[in-house]
């Protein structure tokens, strides 16, 4: 057997409890197959740091360790600082925020043996309501984007921890309704040429400039850069020609194998995506459920002379040029108590009026959530984070399931969930409704209202306009408990 197992990493899921013990299992048993690295989701501070220590003492290679952390190390470690999402740091207009939220999510990531963070997106927001990206996006200004891309991942790297810019050649424009699509169809992304070239590829440029060490491919096609109307992943024209020859990055390249399989393109099955994958130019692929099947399916093809020897020596040479680039744990650079208490302070700074004169809230306070995301499903969210920060305050809370009649204030919590956020008409009307049901409600038994939006601002919209409103950018326990902090600093 060659080494092609070096090119999967999966993907292991931490237990209810915060530790790695399933995983472990999955490891051990994916590291006899050879693989190259894994992806954690979930798991607290010191469960993670044992075991990373453990499997890459097991590994007879480098191994790549990594985490989506667009939003901090908090966003999936419990125990790390949550930050704000990227586009309330480019809300901010603060360049140095940004590089030291970068650093000290690295820090963190680096301490507990994590040595790639799957971020920053660098798409490009669209500038109408449909967006595919919504707040995980830098902003709409391609110069904007292309210098704060250049900024993140050269804080990053400086702390031994890889960056990934994502999604290669930009998923800004997807339409939002095919993006959640059951079809299995890839989104089309319409825009000619000359706009995606002058727009939604510098980013990448820059990111290539500040030396990324990785780029994810996009689940999306682009007939303007690709005839042949191949998604990204399977498309050398977009891979081989632009991003290796035409743009000069030799990097690793990264495609998530479960969203390629949603692409029919001909591929039967995931060792066949994966054949193809890796023929148009990807180096490693995330999250293989059968790593034994998908690694027989690449050494067939091998065998077979469909994938070439040299294209997979390469992938196997960029993983592990970068696997033992990482900077190894260590405890030099730590993170501080100070730099934790500056993450909170970032997250309180980003919190905003966005209308209305809000308030003063007194003691006595009643919360209705308006939850359209299942928060419990994700542990370092949380789902009481702003009603337990407000309690710890000294305010008296009553979480509530509808508006009844009474005299204290209410707060209407509202996270509009994915497919609002992306622009979906049907969720966008639904929303709508329900958060006008909500404050007339209010209205019609004498209660005053305001609302903290846990989402990007553009969703003002679906608030009506003589109701306060909060931005609070994101539904994640630190956005939850900055919110709350903002609304406490305002009490009567």
């Known amino acids: 057997m060659s080494n092609t197992g070096q090119l999967l990493v ?15 299992d999955e490891a051990l048993a994916a590291i006899a197959l050879g693989v190259g690295g894994f992806v954690l989701y979930g798991g607290n501070e010191d469960a993670v740091r044992a075991f990373t220590k453990e499997i890459q003492q097991r590994s007879g290679t480098p191994l790549l360790v990594g985490a989506d952390m667009e939003r901090g190390a908090g ?151 690709d005839p042949s109307g191949l998604p990204a992943p399977y498309s050398r024209e977009l891979l081989t020609w632009l991003l290796r020859q035409q743009m000069r990055y030799d990097n690793v390249l990264v495609a998530h194998l479960p969203t390629v399989m949603r692409a029919p393109a001909g591929a039967a099955d995931e060792g066949e995506a994966a054949v193809r994958a890796l023929t148009a130019g990807c180096d490693v692929l995330l999250a293989p459920s059968d790593v034994r099947a998908v690694i027989d399916a ?46 909170a302070q970032l997250a309180d700074r980003v919190v905003h009026a966005v209308r209305g004169a809000l308030p003063a809230v007194p003691r006595d306070v009643d919360v209705l959530t308006l939850d359209v995301d299942d928060l419990a499903a994700c542990t370092p969210r949380g789902r009481d984070a702003f009603a337990d920060t407000l309690r710890t305050a000294g305010h008296q809370v009553r979480v509530v399931t509808e508006v009844a009649p009474g005299a204290t204030p209410l707060v209407l919590a509202l996270c509009p969930g994915s497919s609002a956020e992306r622009g979906d008409a049907a969720a966008l009307a639904e929303l709508t409704a329900s958060v006008a049901a909500a404050c007339s409600d209010a209205a019609r038994t004498g209660r005053s209202a305001a609302v903290v939006l846990f989402a990007h601002p553009r969703l003002a919209s679906v608030v009506p306009a003589e109701v306060p409103l909060v931005c609070a950018w994101s539904s994640d326990a630190a956005m939850q408990r900055a919110a709350a902090r903002w609304l406490v600093a305002r009490r009567g």
């Not at 999966?10 to 472990?24: E, H, I, K, M, V």
């Not at 360049?95 to 650093?103: I, K, S, Y």
């Not at 020596?313 to 100070?338: D, G």
């Open 10 to 24: 999966p993907a292991l899921r931490a237990d209810a409890d915060g530790r790695l013990t399933a995983a472990r």
């Open 75 to 225: 966003q999936q470690f419990a125990g790390a600082t949550g930050l704000p999402p990227l586009a309330a740091l480019a809300w901010l207009g603060d360049a140095e925020a940004l590089r030291r939220a970068a650093r000290l999510t690295a820090r963190e990531a680096r301490t507990m043996g994590v040595n790639w963070d799957l971020a920053p997106v660098v798409d490009l927001e669209p500038t109408d309501d449909a967006a595919a990206v919504g707040t995980r996006s830098l902003g709409t200004d391609p110069a904007g984007v292309a210098r704060l891309t250049g900024e993140w991942i050269t804080a990053c790297q400086a702390e031994g921890v890889l960056a990934c810019a994502k999604h290669f050649p930009g998923h800004g424009r997807a339409p939002h309704e095919q993006v959640r699509s059951e079809s299995g169809e890839p989104p089309v992304v319409r825009a000619d040429r000359e706009a995606l070239h002058a727009s939604d590829l510098a980013p990448f440029r820059a990111a290539i400039d500040a030396g990324v060490a990785s780029m994810m491919v996009a689940h999306a096609a682009y007939p303007a850069l």
């Open 298 to 343: 690449l050494e067939r093809a091998l065998a077979e002379h469909r994938l070439d020897p040299q294209r997979v020596h390469q992938s196997v040479r960029r993983r592990l040029k970068w696997a033992q680039w990482a900077a190894p744990p260590n405890e030099w650079r730590r993170p501080t108590a100070s730099d934790t208490a500056w993450g």
